[in-house]
């Protein structure tokens, strides 16, 4: 770990003592906050994650890894017919954030990620394959393969999980207006959030810091994004 070095010097200066006197120095070592490199930002459909990406990267001057959705070759067709595309777009998924990933380990500045890796693995592709919309064999390739790529990356410094209601998500999904989830099944999110919140309870791997997103509406009020603000800095920096 860097540390700053404080020196104090007590007593008479080396021009003024006499030969045989003391000069008390005393060092003081001063450890630095180290810089955070990986925050991620995880929810469910619609909870808010590219929002508050967004205004935590411009708040701290983090660089944003968002979820590219506009350029998902698979999305669309998953929506139409998810047994049929359930295995390709995870697959997407899970390359696409490997990538990130790599690309966080090997930078040097703090980057704030849309959603993490372990979210595909943990909640949406145990969830397809439990609705019957993945195949065991699918899911079975799929894990195996998550489980070789989680050793080979490490978890964020801080996941921050925006924990919200079914009713909540609907709201604002439909208030975000994307053509390709007007078909959104609501047992579908139900369980999703269900996953969610397993997945969470048994969350090990770092520091967690969960908002209510039926309470805190940090898109809308500045309070309640300096509410965030003021527990990222404390988990982060030891600020309060």
């Not at 490199?37 to 890894?65: C, D, F």
């Not at 925006?162 to 208030?175: E, R």
Request: aromatic content about 14%; some cysteine; proline content about 5%.
């Amino acid at each position: 770990m860097d540390h700053g070095l404080w020196t104090i010097n007590y007593g008479l200066t080396p021009q003024n003592s006499p030969p045989n006197s003391l000069n008390f120095r005393i060092f003081i070592f001063m450890a630095k906050p180290k810089k955070p490199k990986h925050v991620a930002v995880a929810g469910n459909i619609g909870a808010g994650k590219t929002t508050l990406t967004e205004m935590l990267s411009k708040h701290y001057r983090w660089i944003p890894q968002f979820e590219d959705v506009d350029h998902n070759p698979y999305l669309m067709d998953f929506y139409e017919d998810m047994p049929r595309w359930s295995f390709n777009l995870q697959i997407y998924f899970l390359n696409s954030r490997l990538n990130q990933l790599l690309d966080i380990h090997h930078g040097t500045e703090t980057v704030i990620q849309d959603r993490t890796i372990y979210e595909d693995a943990n909640i949406f592709a145990p969830n397809l394959h439990e609705m019957g919309l993945m195949s065991k064999r699918d899911f079975d390739n799929y894990y195996q393969f998550f489980q070789t790529l989680k050793t080979m990356v490490q978890p964020p410094d801080l996941l921050i999980y925006l924990k919200a209601s079914v009713p909540t998500l609907v709201a604002q999904i439909q208030k975000r207006g994307r053509e390709y989830e007007e078909n959104i099944r609501l047992d579908y999110l139900k369980r999703l959030n269900e996953y969610y919140n397993k997945w969470i309870d048994g969350y090990k791997e770092g520091q967690l810091l969960v908002i209510d997103c039926d309470k805190n509406k940090f898109a809308e009020s500045e309070e309640h994004f300096g509410e965030i603000i003021s527990k990222v800095d404390g988990m982060l920096f030891g600020l309060f």
